[in-house]
């Protein structure tokens, strides 16, 4: 078994008293075990998720200071607060593997850009309860070949998209 300890995590009290939890800061955290304690799905689904944390950080700070900012540096910004809300977990809510690789993989690759960072939340709740139920053949797939084959990703695109089509905030 690896230890969730074997590297160095940082807390943060900001991230934590603005109701991140676990308040962890991506961008300066390490681990020594990194991807050899993942599946290859969620290593290829995470692969960028801790750079784009890291840039979000740094463009909320600098956010602080302008007054004008390009669409671009918006979108990086909401997208952000988006991921933000992806990586929180309950107390004692321990979530699959397979739905964690979804979420991800909506949040990073612009599923969620349309929706509003408030309803986040309620989306992954619904976007799990609809795994477990309507999109279970999904799920088995995923869990079988433990990797995001193009059979895995066209069919996880397809999920999402079909859940989106059907859900209302």
Not at 8 to 16: A, C, G, P, R
Not at 60 to 81: C, I, N, V, W, Y
Not at 106 to 125: Q, S, Y
């Amino acid at each position: 078994m690896i230890s969730i300890t074997d590297g160095q995590i940082f807390l943060e009290s900001d991230l934590f008293n603005a109701g991140q939890r676990p308040a962890i800061n991506p961008g300066i955290s390490v681990s020594r075990v990194g991807g050899d304690a993942q599946i290859k799905a969620m290593k290829k689904v995470a692969g960028t998720l801790r750079l784009d944390l890291a840039q979000f950080r740094e463009l909320a700070a600098f956010s602080q200071f302008a007054s004008d900012l390009d669409a671009g540096t918006r979108h990086q910004l909401e997208r952000g607060q988006r991921l933000m809300q992806v990586i929180k977990q309950g107390v004692n809510q321990p979530l699959d593997v397979v739905k964690q690789i979804v979420i991800i993989y909506a949040g990073t690759r612009g599923f969620l850009d349309d929706v509003n960072t408030e309803d986040v939340l309620k989306f992954e709740a619904d976007l799990n309860d609809a795994l477990d139920s309507t999109y279970a053949d999904f799920v088995r797939l995923v869990q079988e070949q433990k990797a995001l084959s193009d059979e895995v990703e066209t069919r996880m695109k397809e999920v999402i998209e079909d859940f989106k089509s059907k859900w209302s905030a």
